[in-house]
């Protein structure tokens, strides 16, 4: 199976700034089948970004994705207050779909 | 609105059984396949299967085979999880999640609240 790893574990900004998540698959993603997620504490999680860089539905443009192969990351341009939370990427190019162990955004 | 709505927190003795129900609205059920994620207590999410509720095929993480089952019943537009031969660290909270797609398991876009499943002597 596809193993992804994401870094940092966690990562701490302040609002306004800019956030930079990775995650880095052990075999290549095939056609960029890539998602993120979001999870606030409590909830489910939500569908950030699909195939790398496809925004998914409400999601605002500070959001961004990007990579191929083995290598993938989410951009936030600008840091707004409710964007501090769990991400999560998960791949759904070769069965069975895996998800990375999570980055938590954290407020500095 | 696209809603999945699921059943109540349960818990179940280790070697018991459990069914967890997801109804779904707002969108046509057949359109679109369902993936179950569970989550165990403070930790990431884990991909355990997906269903096309056309045709009912499905598709088991190998982790999971032989021990859970995924249906559907199209004429409640319901899908159900059920898992067997609990143990503790089956103790989790269960989402069901709408597929982008039908044809194979791919990113989910809307999920069901979630339940959770405490497996406890």
């Known amino acids: 199976e596809i193993v992804l790893t994401q870094s940092p574990d966690t990562l701490s900004l302040s609002p306004g700034e800019r956030a930079t998540l990775s995650c880095r698959a052990s075999?290549?993603?095939?056609?960029?089948?890539l998602a993120w997620y979001q999870q606030k504490l409590g909830q489910a999680p939500r569908l950030l970004m699909y195939?790398?860089?496809v925004r998914a539905t409400d999601i605002p443009d500070r959001f961004s994705g990007s990579g191929s192969g083995t290598d993938f990351t989410l951009t936030i341009s600008r840091l707004e207050p409710e964007d501090f939370a769990v991400y999560y990427c998960?791949?759904?190019?070769?069965?069975?779909?895996?998800f990375g162990q999570g980055t938590r955004l954290e407020i500095k | 609105q696209v809603q999945l709505v699921q059943s109540g927190t349960q818990v179940k003795k280790p070697g018991a059984s459990v069914k967890v129900s997801c109804k779904a609205s707002?969108?046509?059920?057949?359109?679109?396949?369902i993936s179950w994620v569970r989550q165990a207590p403070g930790q990431g999410l884990e991909w355990m299967g997906w269903?096309?509720?056309?045709?009912?095929?499905?598709y088991y993480t190998q982790k999971f085979q032989g021990r859970v089952t995924l249906s559907t019943d199209t004429s409640t537009s319901t899908a159900d999880m059920e898992l067997r031969s609990l143990r503790s660290d089956d103790t989790a909270v269960y989402y069901c999640?709408?597929?982008?797609?039908?044809?194979?398991?791919?990113?989910?876009?809307?999920w069901g609240q979630g339940t959770l499943v405490t497996v406890s002597s």
């Open positions: 075999q290549s993603v095939s056609s960029s089948f």
């Open positions: 707002g969108y046509t059920f057949t359109n679109y396949g």
């Open positions: 998960q791949q759904y190019g070769r069965s069975p779909i895996t």
């Open positions: 269903i096309s509720t056309s045709n009912g095929y499905t």
């Open positions: 999640a709408r597929d982008l797609d039908i044809v194979v398991a791919t990113a989910v876009d809307y």
């Open positions: 195939g790398t860089s």
